[in-house]
């Protein structure tokens, strides 16, 4: 941590600054500026992290210097980390493709979808059985019947099941159905949630928040891992800018970023991002080439018809050609689908 | 709903459109202009805003034009709304503040900080039990033992009590000890935790998300609504933009624009909102100044101590003379405080 | 400066990076930490601040810790500016109110508005007859001959005049017409436009760019300043956010930053800031009340024929209404109108 | 124009607001809803897009129905424009990658850098000689000298030049050195120096300003092209948003909607868009991967000794690497480089 004093700061100011510092445990270097004192507190940062040091009279600034994240961070795990799913593994270096309806709905829309979708490759079905809905009158997802259509589907067609988990009490339910667990992004900082899915041993696909910094995004899933969980795959879905032209602004650089910052698989949903069918598939390549893990994407047999989302939802032909267009980009770096 | 038909649109897609809209109980108004044909979807438009009229085949864009809330709105209820706690009225012509501790702590500072904010002349006293902390690694806050420290200084001061509830599983508890519930910002769009608020009988304080736009926030107060509960009180409490010299921005805006949108009263958070102690008090003056109706404001004895959001604190002598300058403000514009 | 090495950071990087501070002639203090090492650079920090630290092998990052504007700071000059145009003073006691239309219109409007806020109280003229348009097809002022219009109304009434300048080809013109210059929201960071009116003697009405941090604003207002013009008032008018209930988000924490971080005078101009004209009179004694010292409003006779701006216009009625309520909020925080 | 009147509007105000429309030469049709009444103005929206129609008594808000460009626009100009500038041709098949410093400086670096970028397979060469810089104490670019350098290395290695004008007074300069100009970031809402640019006969690389929406970006391309000039290229390079991990945020969705919107083509400059050396080749990838026609990066034979910009800045080794991990990714999606 380094503080920056105040011009006028006294030698009294200082003095006490100096005691905080030590009282915590820690060393104080003092650099006397030609303009400015500035003081660096040496030690276990950890221990001062919680003391608000701009309330300290005579403090301008204060500028802590290691990252708050530790089981998180890259430096403490310098390998990717790979993530199984049954016979599923990612972050190696197949990408994974999880495809699916918004909602599951009370039809046969799911069984057709998660057939279709694995015929053209995807390893993982995706679909909410609980829906945050912007409005209390929309449809809010059929709950455990929903659950146990996501689980039907899987017994027939194999493939994996990611289902998103809105409140604490639902826990253990999801637990039990599906193989992991999704947090939306408006529950990226609903941290109670955030520690009870950490005391589960299945994995969590951790959207990010829609005004998420990437620091703040990783904390996420440190409370995550701070329980015991340690298997967290980022999924980069949009964030809030002035930009009106999509839904959210796909922040495509967080997928170098991240995988600077972390050992953990990096996602990106496409779909959310931009709330459009049309960009989709060019969203799918960018994420591919600059190095995404994996892709979530809604596909359903009739959008116009969906329960929810429907402007952002691929038909099965075009989903068939997204998959078919992505092979090639994941051979250009190196990858597979 | 406006739909707006692609210049390249067939007259089966026309047809195909009107059909949808028929076929939900609405009458469709078609007008070709010279460059696009315009639809107009006139009836009920609650039946239809679940269409994803852009899945559409020939479909550009789809505005709606009723506004999705109702109990919220001041459209269906124009007298402002007036909400009691004991002997305080909310949203009549006096201004409350609500002050106290960011987080409650184990010791007495609760119950001093009560006793002078009483005597500055605050009504509410506010305080976490339970808190948000973007690290897990952070104080989460004492739980039901400063729920009971909460009870306890309200026994001795007749303060009313207002304070934050996380999760839905604890929502019960904190109705027991606390006169009126706190959602935080980060819970802005947990809607089952807003759900449950809303099925009790006390009122909720509703802090704005941080990437929360007033229309969103809106929604967000008729999740409570629709379950019962009509006593929300709106909170502005900054927003996240690209500024960093404070903490967020506040949104002085949104105290006039909520007033036109809703009955509901409209309270200010400027400690939140800055982060910093020092802008306080002109954020103070500027919200009542443009018609806030509360304001909730963090006080400690020795804010370097604090628990929590020290940087954002102000000491007792600091909360006096905000209290002292606000009177004529208030008076100025034809309220007291 | 502090430098922050990566953990991985080799003795010989550490040593270059030394090497390369005291080549610049500064000290290079070295603090080894438990997970970093940090390195100091003390002394004259304008002479570093160009080099790239982030390039240099061995550094994860580099910190500022000095302020990068001077003239315009109140470090170096504590005592607010004041600047006179003619009889009027920006920055003492009194709240300055420049107010009319958006743009001169070719027709007696300006005329008509200069009277109507001359008797409410208006101390300042202001008016486009240079104005930027988003589209090339809207109305682009109507130059030279809008010039002479203000001034013939400055002739008439005794208002001083402030106009905006667009083009450093223009601003001798301006000059020779106009009492002040104004730099529109899209020039804020033009810096030849800049340049250009820091070499005159009138003061300069620097608008905030739609993005531009407060930091950037100073250090537009320092470009100016470093001509020679040492006569800068810093005017919010709203920044870019996610939210769409107002054009622009009013960033009312700017005031007091501001007045804190610079010694020159700090304006508002609501209209912009929400482009609605039911919001002004709220946003204006906001502004008051937490100190600013003057307010920008456009004004017109009949907003719904103005040539631009028209809906954050207001009419002549409710400015004056708007005169008269600012009257008691000023004076409640010490100042008068 | 669709405008949406106030619930308690009165039958004089829909008869005023109609007298508007037909006095303007559209027509007005209305449609009365069950909670609203709407007009649309059916013809040419030209006519009234400057009528402030929320000035005018009973309205609510008003929706403009037609995009306001249409030079720049896809749907006046289906086929997708190709530039040329000698033999190379920009918005074909082939991705054009412009290189080089981002300041022209003093000594031999833009010659090394063109003879580099050229062995490498860059086609055109960039760097700035009138620069742009957020302090006045910055080195503002050699000017005249700076033209003079970049003519000659077309003249020794072939590369065309593209280097940034900044004064309306400079145009002509910049025409007799340069093949293109760019117009940067800051200036994308400069429209004297849009104008001006559009009166000269050399292709315009047009910044996205960090604030500007699509929409408006499209409207500076509009206004060079309002002149005569109708060869522009649209060049993202990140926006201004709240995460600070890079510098700013690539919208990287951009592309696919401006290759939707316009005929235009559309370059990625993602030195800029991250500020970081160290995630330039991944948003290389990711741009080309998603469409983009091109790219601009920064290149310098020392980065940590650039006189600007140098943390984003490639060595020559790591732009090699660049160029030939875009090539299979060009092919994957039927392009070249």
Request: hydrophobic share 40%; net charge negative; glycine share 8%.
């Amino acid at each position: 941590m380094i503080i920056v004093l105040r011009p006028e700061a006294t030698e009294e100011e200082l003095q006490h600054l100096i005691d905080v510092i030590t009282d915590a445990g820690l060393q104080a270097h003092v650099s006397k500026g030609t303009e400015r004192t500035i003081v660096g507190a040496i030690g276990d940062e950890s221990k001062i992290q919680l003391i608000p040091f701009t309330a300290i009279p005579g403090v301008e600034n204060c500028i802590p210097i290691l990252k708050p994240y530790k089981l998180a961070s890259r430096e403490f795990h310098r390998e990717r980390s790979r993530i199984k799913i049954g016979d599923i593994e990612i972050g190696g270096n197949e990408i994974i493709v999880a495809a699916g309806p918004c909602s599951v709905e009370p039809n046969d829309t799911l069984l057709q979808t998660a057939r279709a979708i694995k015929a053209a490759g995807a390893k993982m079905l995706r679909g909410g059985a609980f829906k945050p809905r912007t409005s209390p009158y929309d449809f809010p997802g059929l709950g455990e019947e929903g659950l146990m259509m996501l689980s039907d589907a899987r017994m027939e067609t194999g493939l994996a099941v990611v289902t998103e988990v809105m409140d604490t009490r639902d826990v253990e339910m999801v637990y039990r159905y599906a193989d992991a667990f999704q947090i939306g992004a408006r529950n990226a900082q609903n941290f109670n949630l955030l520690r009870e899915v950490g005391k589960f041993d299945k994995p969590v696909f951790l959207k990010r928040g829609m005004s998420t910094t990437i620091k703040e995004f990783l904390m996420a899933a440190e409370y995550v891992m701070s329980q015991g969980n340690k298997e967290v795959i980022m999924v980069e879905r949009g964030i809030r800018t002035f930009e009106t032209a999509t839904r959210n602004t796909l922040d495509i650089s967080a997928v170098p970023v991240l995988h600077h910052e972390t050992h953990l698989p990096v996602f990106v949903d496409p779909s959310h991002a931009t709330g459009n069918f049309r960009y989709i598939t060019e969203l799918s390549l960018a994420s591919v080439a600059c190095g995404a893990d994996g892709l979530l994407i809604e596909v359903h047999p009739n959008p116009e018809k969906a329960m929810s989302d429907g402007a952002q939802t691929l038909k099965f032909a075009k989903f068939e050609m997204l998959m078919d267009k992505i092979k090639p980009v994941a051979a250009a770096v190196g990858r597979k689908v």
